[in-house]
């Protein structure tokens, strides 16, 4: 199946400070990818829609500004955490689906564990 | 609004015994229901989806627009299923994006 991949899977970083977060299709391209957060013993909730050379779609709640996501490219997202603060510590997981397929399955990547001190 | 319920956090049962894992929705249109599985230190992935209407490693799913549930079954839980699922709901009506329950840990015990 098609592969969705993140890095880091893991970054730990000082409060203050930005961290990005990329979202790559490996195998297929994705017109649209989506970000989600997930808090321990959680379900994954819907972040932002992530559209390829146009902006993102935040959802209700979610700081555009503190979460700037960017999608340059067919098999690129990325998500920037902006002046990082402990509260933004959480899970963060994106999907994509494969633009070319009709079945539209979203696959999903590995997530990225966000540690603010 | 569109929304995922699963009102149990945690099931356990032997191995070889039936499981059943409770999903309600509610959505207002026609909706695609999901379930995707997390197996530990794995990726979330694809389960089954209603519109295939298939059993995969021996899991059905059967959608009740009626009681608007879509619950997963089945019949000799084994214990590699023991994993976190989640039932998700999509829709065009809420631009295909992917609405997650808050999941059912599943524990399989031998």
């Known amino acids: 199946g098609a592969v969705v991949s993140q890095h880091p899977s893991r970054v730990i970083c000082k409060s203050g400070t930005s961290v990005k977060i990329e979202c790559r299709s490996l195998d297929f391209q994705a017109t649209t990818m989506f970000w989600y957060r997930q808090f321990p013993k959680q379900s994954l909730m819907l972040m932002a829609t992530?559209?390829?050379?146009?902006?993102?779609?935040?959802e209700q709640g979610v700081e555009k500004d503190k979460f700037l996501i960017n999608h340059a490219s067919l098999t690129l997202s990325t998500l920037t955490v902006t002046s990082a603060h402990p509260e933004d510590s959480s899970f963060y997981i994106c999907s994509a689906r494969d633009a070319g397929v009709a079945t539209g399955e979203l696959f999903f990547g590995e997530g990225s564990r966000l540690t603010v001190l | 609004a569109q929304r995922v319920t699963q009102p149990e956090k945690l099931l356990s049962v032997f191995k070889g015994a039936p499981v059943e894992l409770k999903c309600n929705y509610s959505?207002?249109?026609?909706?695609?229901l999901f379930w995707y599985v997390q197996y530990s230190r794995q990726r979330l992935q694809l389960l089954l989806r209603h519109i295939s209407r298939e059993s995969i490693k021996g899991f059905t799913a059967d959608l009740n627009k009626g009681e608007t549930s879509f619950h997963l079954k089945k019949p000799f839980a084994q214990e590699e299923d023991s994993a976190m699922y989640y039932c998700a709901l999509s829709g065009l009506a809420a631009g295909n994006k992917l609405t997650f329950g808050g999941g059912t840990r599943v524990l399989v015990k031998p």
């Open positions: 992530s559209n390829e050379g146009s902006k993102a779609t935040y």
């Open positions: 959505y207002s249109g026609s909706p695609e």
